[in-house]
């Protein structure tokens, strides 16, 4: 699996936007690119996912770079709900085992 | 609410001894998936369920064991409990074997004392 490398950490004022960077340098043509955070000691939630495309959805944006080495996950207006630790994951989609591998994440803290 | 439901909530228990948490995936979910997370070793996967056959393996100790059962919902047992399985306890589920959009309940915070 390709390794990811995030910055440790991250603040963003609240209402504007949080861009939080992932950097996969040795991502292969068949891996896709998962989102999640966890809030303080709650379960890790599910946020987005992508392959090449940009890709949308009512919680986030995640933007891949055309050679697919780095992604972006923008939150369009941040507030306090959303600090959190974010992690970038990349895997093969398969039939194989499906666990996912959390590295250390960012953690994004909104301030008011 | 992600629709995924873990029990108990907490469970303090003293060393030596055996414990079982329970999951109940979401309904439509096939694959039950189980996560560690304690203090310095991160979230880590443990073990995979789907339909109720074994998956996937983490570093699961050969202490803890795992079972799906035919309703779909899972335990995950741990015996002879060390200080060191003070832990979160996480349980995923998905609707196939093959996604990463995987769902996680709240946890079961596990205290050895």
């Known amino acids: 699996d390709a390794k990811t490398t995030q910055p440790p950490s991250m603040d963003c004022a609240e209402g504007r936007a949080a861009n939080l960077p992932c950097n996969h340098s040795?991502?292969?043509?068949?891996?896709?690119v998962y989102w999640y955070r966890q809030i303080h000691s709650q379960g890790p939630q599910y946020i987005i996912h992508g392959l090449k495309n940009n890709e949308t959805n009512e919680m986030a944006s995640l933007i891949i770079t055309e050679d697919r080495k780095s992604s972006t996950l923008i939150l369009p207006h941040a507030t306090l709900r959303d600090t959190a630790v974010y992690y970038c994951?990349?895997?093969?989609?398969?039939?194989?085992?499906?666990?996912?591998?959390f590295g250390g994440g960012t953690r994004l803290m909104v301030k008011p | 609410d992600s629709g995924v439901t873990q029990t108990p909530k907490h469970l303090i228990t003293a060393t030596g001894q055996r414990v079982t948490l329970r999951c109940s995936p979401r309904s439509g979910d096939l694959s039950v998936y189980w996560y560690q997370q304690s203090l310095d070793q991160g979230l880590q996967f443990l073990i995979q369920?789907?339909?109720?056959?074994?998956?996937a393996k983490g570093n699961i100790l050969e202490r803890f064991s795992a079972q799906q059962f035919p309703d779909l919902h899972s335990e995950l047992n741990l015996s002879s409990l060390e200080l060191g399985d003070s832990a979160l306890y996480f349980c995923?589920?998905?609707?196939?074997?093959?996604?990463?959009?995987?769902?996680f309940g709240p946890g079961t915070r596990l205290t050895v004392t």
């Open positions: 369920y789907y339909n109720g056959e074994e998956r």
């Open positions: 995923a589920s998905s609707k196939t074997g093959g996604s990463y959009e995987q769902y």
């Open positions: 040795t991502i292969s043509g068949n891996e896709y």
């Open positions: 994951i990349v895997r093969v989609v398969g039939n194989a085992g499906n666990m996912l591998t």
